[in-house]
């Protein structure tokens, strides 16, 4: 059914709100009968950030519909249906009827696979009854298929910084505006810190709107002190216990999970709940430590494996900070098992680690046709200094690893692309949940 639905337009992506509409009132407007809507844009942390909305609101007793993209391993992961005591995935019968209702309605008209899932997304959501529906943006915002929602209960703008330029411009102002074109009249917008020439457009649309705006260090503060986060805004002061998703950047995340659900007055929240969401929260591939699995078995015994999914300049960088943390408190010499899609900038992402390792493994991103060659990932890595080897894959490049004599056992970070971190899970047995 997939083949089918993803045959049915040339391009995998084609912005573009038309072919949605026409879809949605032949659908009899599920878009109208969702539950309250958190609209998520932004380049990096909108899933994070989602997972930080949903531990928090279901601690809250709230139920809680939530609709991501892309999924790692299973389609099932982009729709989770709130049920009292915790949401679940839709099971595969459920989803196989509101896909192919979608298809049998969309009666064979030019449509791309994303519009058909967010098609389905709305439709199942619709039958479904919850407290508040997550909706993450796929790309961009202003033509993203999610953004057919005209009055949500807040939307919400993660970092900002430069990624599929292809789409959406090849500097800050214009992603920027794509991304602010979710902000709706009178809908809070909270925003995390931003690039200023970012911010100023943001500001712009949240003025236009007449949307009041909640930004990260201006309307709320969030901080790490003696390890816990600190979050402050004009109704107090909250020191939670740190989040389990490890980074510097969690902390930032979850505080704009924090003051998003502090500027939506329908919802009492409490601090038990904030810091049970803050500490429960859970996305795989987002700086995750394989503790257990197939590949564990593979590397060099006692090294640490970390996966995360990040495959820009930025995410890069939060990646690197996070391993110079984890450098401070355990030395051990690092290894970057790097594949990327070719329509990244390898040489943005890879520069990050730069100062934390020589030491680069380029690999190909199984059954990826648009994946970048592993030789091109090499020459980035070579530009920049790194001793650079290709290896056809990452159960080849661990087995690499292990004929290397290391006084100390090594830490491996697999990043470069969320399509690799897919594979890696679902080849480990880890799938997320």
């Known amino acids: 059914m997939i083949a089918r639905l993803s045959a049915l337009h040339p391009n995998r992506i084609d912005l573009s709100l038309d072919r949605m509409h026409r879809l949605l009132e032949r659908l009899d407007h599920p878009e109208l009968r969702l539950p309250p809507v958190i609209h998520v844009a932004g380049t990096n942390g909108k899933g994070s950030t989602v997972a930080y909305l949903r531990a928090i609101l279901e601690a809250a007793g709230l139920r809680v519909h939530a ?21 679940v995935l839709v099971g595969d019968d459920e989803l196989k009827r509101a896909l192919e209702h979608c298809e049998r309605t969309n009666a064979g ?53 430069t990624d599929h330029t292809e789409f959406l411009g090849d500097s800050l102002t214009s992603i920027a505006g ?105 996305w795989p591939a987002r700086m995750q430590r394989l503790s257990s699995g197939a590949l564990l078995e593979m590397g060099p015994q006692g090294c640490e494996i970390w996966l995360d999914g990040g495959h820009n300049a930025e995410g890069g960088r939060v990646a690197a900070a996070a391993l110079g943390d984890l450098e401070e408190r355990v030395s051990r010499p690092l290894v970057v098992i790097a594949g990327m899609m070719g329509n990244k900038d390898a040489s943005g992402f890879l520069a990050n680690f730069a100062g934390l390792t020589r030491h680069i493994i380029a690999v190909a991103i199984p059954g990826q046709d648009n994946a970048m060659p592993p030789d091109r990932l090499a020459e980035a890595a070579r530009t920049l200094g790194m001793r650079v080897e290709i290896s056809p894959g990452i159960e080849a490049a661990l087995h690499t690893l292990t004929r290397l004599a290391y006084e100390v056992p090594p830490r491996i970070l697999i990043a470069g692309s969320l399509y690799l971190a897919g594979h890696v899970l679902a080849f480990n047995s880890t799938p997320p949940g």
């Open 109 to 161: 008209a030019p449509l791309t696979f994303f519009e058909a899932k967010t098609a389905a997304a709305f439709w199942l959501f619709a039958q479904h009854e919850a407290d508040v529906l997550l909706l993450e943006v796929g790309l961009g915002g202003r033509l993203d298929s999610t953004n057919v929602v005209d009055a949500p209960l807040a939307t919400v703008i993660a970092p900002i910084s």
């Open 178 to 282: 794509e991304k602010a074109a979710i902000i709706k009249h009178n809908a809070p917008v909270i925003t995390a810190e931003q690039p200023p020439e970012a911010m100023a457009v943001i500001k712009q649309q949240a003025r236009h709107q007449r949307a009041p705006l909640y930004a990260a260090g201006q309307q709320w503060h969030v901080g790490v002190e003696r390890g816990r986060l600190v979050y402050q805004d004009d109704r107090g002061l909250m020191d939670l216990a740190a989040p389990k998703l490890f980074g510097r950047h969690q902390f930032n995340n979850a505080g704009l999970a924090i003051a998003t659900l502090r500027a939506i007055e329908t919802f009492k929240i409490g601090h038990a709940a904030f810091e049970a969401g803050v500490v429960n929260a859970e």
């Open 67 to 87: 609709y991501i993209s892309p999924y790692l391993v299973r389609i099932n992961e982009c729709f989770r249906l709130g049920c009292a005591g915790g949401g």
